[in-house]
């Protein structure tokens, strides 16, 4: 195999290596249900709601469009847009409430 | 470009897999494969228009790059790609236009299963005296998510495609590689194709390829990119051929339960055996 073809090869690597490396880190843009619960901002909603809720939104959310940081919307507005978009995404009734506890408790967390 | 003064010889009386890769079909397909199954096509692109939608796609952002993310368990998608390849600098009058038709849905939160209906195509190459419609091959398509390309430090996943054709039977794999930041997404992808074609499966041949697409969210319905394609041809499994590298921009757009993204696609190399440039429409719906 050519030179050229191996340098393109680890370029390309490189690039998207690199882009991993250098990201944002989605603890502090997507906090866990851990950080969330250690904080209180849960007010009683069980991790598994969280941790359901959180994966949720960082996958199937994501099939269309990015996901939006926590901190963009204020608690009121992300329970507006978990209202309009869960219908659209088609998430079961339980999915939709664990969305919604996850990213207001997160809001809660990332002040 | 060589399509119609240098072109391949015949196999057997018959045009190999990569030669119809390259845009040389094989002018003596079977008259019900030339008229059959575009009527099949077409009545499957019109019942997805006709289907009860309510969903909002699981919509791609690349055409030519595939994304590690997987659809949720529920939705079915139908999408429809169209690849036009052409090569204006040689042979202004060749044209082939190579369509798809694939069911998508999501099997379990990180298995989804593709079904390619019927992969078709049309040629024009006047100067080779060809053209006309013509079936190629079926597949099922497996892509497996590892890691998410928001919340990890890399999302992964990996692809399994069995094809099978009147002429063709061909095994695909790729490693997905991908990651969002912010309103970014990029995604890279290393594939290895192993392809058996002729009467009895006798010719053996490979492809080695990668591919790498950057894509920008503009708005929540309107996303544009690049994308760069690299292929290298491994006929009988032996000496790699040129490799030959594409490039172009991409745009996207979503809205209410379709999408439809297109790439352009211009060959940087120079590879005569190559077509010039190729575009790439897919446009999806769920039901």
């Not at chain 2, 499966?201 to 760069?228: D, F, H, K, M, N």
């Not at chain 2, 009988?236 to 999408?259: F, K, L």
Request: net charge negative; with cysteine.
């Amino acid at each position: 195999m050519k030179l050229r073809s191996v340098g393109w090869f680890g370029l390309s690597l490189l690039v998207i290596v690199g882009f991993g490396a250098c990201g944002t880190n989605p603890g502090s843009s997507f906090p866990t249900a851990e950080t969330v619960a250690a904080v209180g901002a849960n007010r009683g909603v069980d991790l598994a709601t969280l941790n359901r809720g959180r994966k949720v939104f960082t996958t199937t959310c994501t099939e269309c469009h990015v996901a939006q940081p926590i901190a963009k919307l204020s608690v009121a507005q992300w329970q507006r847009t978990v209202a309009i978009m869960a219908p659209r995404a088609r998430l079961t009734e339980s999915d939709r409430a664990a969305v919604e506890a996850y990213v207001t408790a997160a809001r809660r967390t990332v002040l | 470009m060589q399509l119609s003064g240098s072109k391949p010889p015949l196999k057997n009386g018959k045009r190999t897999a990569a030669d119809r890769s390259r845009g040389y079909y094989d002018r003596s397909m079977p008259k019900c494969r030339i008229t059959c199954t575009p009527l099949i096509a077409l009545l499957l692109i019109a019942s997805s228009f006709t289907l009860p939608v309510s969903a909002f796609a699981g919509a791609r952002r690349f055409t030519y790059v595939y994304e590690a993310t997987t659809a949720a368990p529920g939705p079915v998608e139908s999408e429809n790609w169209i690849t036009w390849k052409t090569s204006p600098r040689e042979n202004r009058r060749f044209n082939s236009v190579d369509f798809r038709n694939e069911l998508e849905f999501g099997a379990t939160e990180h298995l989804q299963i593709g079904i390619y209906l019927a992969d078709w195509g049309y040629l024009e190459d006047p100067d080779a005296h060809e053209h006309g419609f013509s079936y190629q091959s079926s597949a099922l398509e497996l892509i497996y998510n590892l890691s998410n390309p928001t919340t990890d430090l890399l999302g992964s996943a990996l692809y399994a495609e069995i094809r099978g054709g009147p002429d063709e039977f061909e095994l695909e794999s790729k490693v997905i590689l991908q990651k969002n930041i912010g309103r970014f997404v990029v995604a890279y992808n290393g594939t290895l194709e192993a392809e058996w074609e002729e009467d009895h499966l006798e010719e053996r041949a490979g492809e080695v390829s990668q591919s790498l697409g950057v894509s920008y969210e503009i708005s929540p319905t309107w996303l544009v990119g690049i994308e760069l394609l690299h292929e290298i041809d491994l006929p009988d499994w032996s000496e790699a051929e040129d490799s030959v590298v594409y490039g172009g921009p991409n745009v996207s757009y979503r809205r209410g339960n379709w999408w439809a993204t297109v790439t352009p696609l211009v060959q940087l190399t120079n590879i005569a055996a190559e077509v010039d440039l190729q575009t790439r429409v897919i446009f999806g719906f769920s039901f």
